[in-house]
């Protein structure tokens, strides 16, 4: 069954467009569902920002048009709210939209969706509403935050597993964790803590990963990789530090290493 986006697509669409601040919108789907030809236009001038549809009507477009015209922003991301439930989100590319995330409510387990700006085009992000019944609205709010990046942000540090704490409901783990070295982070996810002058340094940070991967405090330090969302990191990749020294020295020793990695 092709979505109602696609059929609005041979019909005369109403564009209604919304007032909003310069990052931020919130509004309401009720006149579209009065007529389920309007889509509602929203235009958000920031890299980042939130997005809230409460009683979604038929369809919002969402266009991200930031200020700094003159800087390239190669990547968009988007954290969909927990209440997607009566939402799909999707992409428009080039005027064909591009499915990103289905109406229930990311069982899946991915928290955040990236993907490439495709330029000249502004980014457009879609969303299409779930089917209500005839003469019933329900208050519920969907939406999502999103934010524009020049490049991905990354971070690298090692650092030992203090606790692992599961969220079934966001089918997320939160990962405490010890470091002792952080070779680069885009923010300020891992705070170095205060400790007595003869005591090593030491940082302190939280990182996220799915459920599914079920990871557990372990012993020995690990090597974290991955990549920062909306104040949040992300685990890409985490092996055992002594196993990548082992991997590392292979590589250069074949010169099968483009680049140099500090090993203090």
Not at 63 to 78: D, F, G, Q
Not at 137 to 154: D, K, P, S
Request: with cysteine.
């Amino acid at each position: 069954m092709l979505p109602a986006v696609i059929i609005l697509a041979c019909l005369p669409v109403l564009a209604l467009h919304c007032a909003a601040d310069l990052c931020n919108w919130t509004g309401s789907g009720f006149a579209a569902g009065v007529d389920r030809r309007i889509v509602l236009q929203v235009r958000l001038r920031c890299t980042e920002g939130l997005v809230s549809w409460v009683y979604p009507g038929q369809a919002l477009r969402v266009a991200l048009e930031p200020n700094l015209s003159s800087i390239r922003y190669n990547t968009v991301c988007i954290q969909p709210s927990p209440s997607l439930s009566g939402a799909s989100v999707f992409i428009e590319r080039a005027g064909e939209l591009d499915l990103l995330e289905t109406e229930d409510g990311g069982r899946t387990g991915r928290q955040v969706f990236c993907f490439r700006a495709d330029e000249p085009h502004s980014p457009v992000i879609y969303l299409q509403a779930g089917p209500q019944s005839p003469g019933t609205w329900i208050r519920r709010t969907v939406g999502f935050r999103y934010e524009l990046l020049r490049n991905r942000g990354v971070y690298v540090v090692r650092g030992y597993i203090k606790n692992v704490f599961h969220d079934s409901r966001r089918q997320s783990s939160l990962v405490e964790v010890l470091t002792t070295k952080v070779y680069w982070q885009r923010s300020g996810v891992f705070v170095q803590q205060m400790r007595p002058s003869m005591s090593p340094q030491s940082w302190h940070g939280h990182i996220r990963t799915l459920l599914q991967c079920h990871v557990k405090p372990g012993d020995g330090q690990f090597l974290f990789t991955g990549s920062e969302h909306f104040g949040e990191a992300w685990l890409g990749c985490a092996p055992r530090y002594k196993d990548f020294l082992s991997v590392y020295h292979k590589a250069r020793i074949g010169r099968r290493t483009s680049c140099d990695f500090p090993l203090d």
